[in-house]
Structures are given as structure tokens and as C-alpha cells.
């Protein structure tokens, strides 16, 4: 079986409240053997890196979401910095800007964005970027805070080819959510065909954005498969080939070995 790895992942959200662990067992019966978990602030930061210290393919990132970017304590960047010394943390995010929702006014998300993308780089992690209906601010903050220095990954990818070149030419990583399964999907399915096979991730975003068929139910780990499937038939590739080649990628750009990332087999 090949080994699938999900590089965006909320398995501390409420939606798992009732089934959590049948959850995480359906990913590893399902092949998929690395999970990167997010938190959205502090507090489901330190659930994430505390859940994932439980399970050895698991991993967690610490980052405080633009949606919460309003409401960050005082003290927010150095509850990041200790969090950040964790071992099982390997990536300050999802940090980012959201002028979809827009939770949090838009200058705090901006101000908020900019300080984690200094302390990702006085950390030495990575980043994972949340963009969402804020393109080219994203692109222009990243680029004054010189964000794709440590690499990392423009998540749930939303924009259009021209647009994920650049964050490539950042040195950047793409991944590629649920979405490009939907028939209505052309720009994300040219990004998915596109996108140099080195430089491509895939996730769930879970519990949000059902590939088909499930779409409109619950997502989790388990599913990553499809979306998977979806875009290596773009591709013209064989799934488990593409698979294994999103494998490696999600374990090069979080710096993770390959006997760690396995060490559970199910």
C-alpha cells in the first residue's frame, strides 16, 4: 500500500468530539501514515502538539489564525516561541490573512501575519500560509518579511498559476485540498496539473473542504486519497506513485526523518 501523508489536518476540532480516535484509525487503515495537525491560537496550538505526542505519525504546527489575529494575548509571541522548542512542533502556522470572513480587522491580521513570519525565521521553522481572498497582500508581506526563507507551504491553495509560480520562485510549497475535486475547479486543477511534482503537497483541511464523493459530509485523514487520486489522473500519473512523491515532500519541507515519520505502521 502506499504511504499517504495529509499535510493539513484539525483533528483537535469539536467535530471530533464523539469518534476522535476511530477517526485517526480510518487514516491509518486507509494508508495514510503522516499527519500534520493545526491548532487556530494558542490554546488548540498546544491541544495539536499534545495530541500529536500520543501518535508517532502525527506532527503539529504552532500558529495563531488570521480569523483570531484580534484576539491574541499580549504575551502570544513568546507562548509561540516556547511552544516552538517543542519536539513534535515543526512549523509556525497557519498564519496568513483572510479577507473572506474577515473576523479580524484587516490591519491586525496584517500586523499579526508579519510578526510570525519574523518568528518562524528567529525559530529556523517553516511556515504554513492561510490565504484567502487576499493574494496579493499575502505575496507582498512574504516577500517584505522575506517569509520563504525557511520554505514552507501556501495551504489549501487557492489562487492561479501565475500566482503559485511566484510562491514557488519564494521557495514554497503547494498543497492541494478537496476542492480540485469538484467539477467546477479548472484554475486549482491547472495549478495541480502543473506544479513541478517536487513541489506539491496534498491535505484535507479537515474537518472543511469533503473531496468527492463525500462532499458536504464531515471530511478527516481517510480522505486524502481521493484528492489524491483526482490529481494524479490530471497528472497522467499512477496514484501510488504520485503518492509517494507527496510523501516525501510533505517530510522534506517539516525537516522530518524517514524513520520517524513511519514509525507507526498501523
Given amino acids: 500500500m502506499a504511504l499517504l501523508a495529509d499535510s493539513h489536518a484539525h483533528l483537535i476540532d469539536k467535530a471530533y468530539g464523539k469518534d476522535r480516535a476511530e477517526v485517526i484509525q480510518r487514516a491509518l487503515d486507509s494508508g495514510v501514515k503522516l499527519i500534520i495537525n493545526l491548532g487556530y491560537d494558542i490554546k488548540t496550538s498546544l491541544r495539536a502538539v499534545e495530541m500529536a505526542d500520543r501518535y508517532p505519525f502525527m506532527y503539529a504546527s504552532a500558529g495563531v489564525h488570521p480569523h483570531e489575529a484580534e484576539r491574541v494575548p499580549k504575551n502570544y509571541l513568546d507562548k509561540l516561541r516556547e511552544l516552538a522548542v ?97 467539477k467546477n475547479s479548472r484554475s486549482l486543477q491547472e495549478v495541480a496539473q502543473k506544479t513541478p511534482l517536487d513541489r506539491i503537497l496534498v491535505e484535507t483541511d479537515c474537518p472543511y473542504l469533503t473531496p468527492v464523493p463525500y462532499r458536504g459530509k464531515r471530511n478527516e485523514p481517510a480522505y486524502v486519497k481521493y484528492t489524491v487520486e483526482k490529481i494524479a489522473s490530471l497528472r497522467g500519473m499512477n496514484w501510488e506513485e504520485f503518492a509517494q512523491a507527496v510523501y516525501k515532500n510533505t517530510q522534506k519541507v517539516f525537516r522530518l526523518s524517514k524513520n520517524n515519520s513511519e514509525s507507526l505502521q498501523g
Fill in 86 to 182: 517543542k519536539k513534535k512542533i515543526i512549523a509556525i502556522g497557519e498564519i496568513g490573512l483572510d479577507y473572506y470572513r474577515d473576523l479580524s480587522p484587516r490591519k491586525k491580521q496584517q500586523e499579526v501575519f508579519r510578526k510570525q513570519l519574523k518568528l518562524a525565521q528567529e525559530v529556523d521553522l517553516p511556515v504554513i500560509i492561510h490565504d484567502r481572498e487576499a493574494h496579493q497582500e499575502v505575496l507582498d508581506i512574504v516577500r517584505e518579511e522575506q517569509g520563504g526563507k525557511n520554505a514552507g507551504v501556501f495551504h489549501c491553495f487557492s489562487g492561479d498559476w501565475e500566482m503559485a509560480q511566484q510562491c514557488i520562485e519564494m521557495g514554497f510549497y503547494i498543497s492541494i485540498a478537496g476542492p480540485v475535486t469538484f
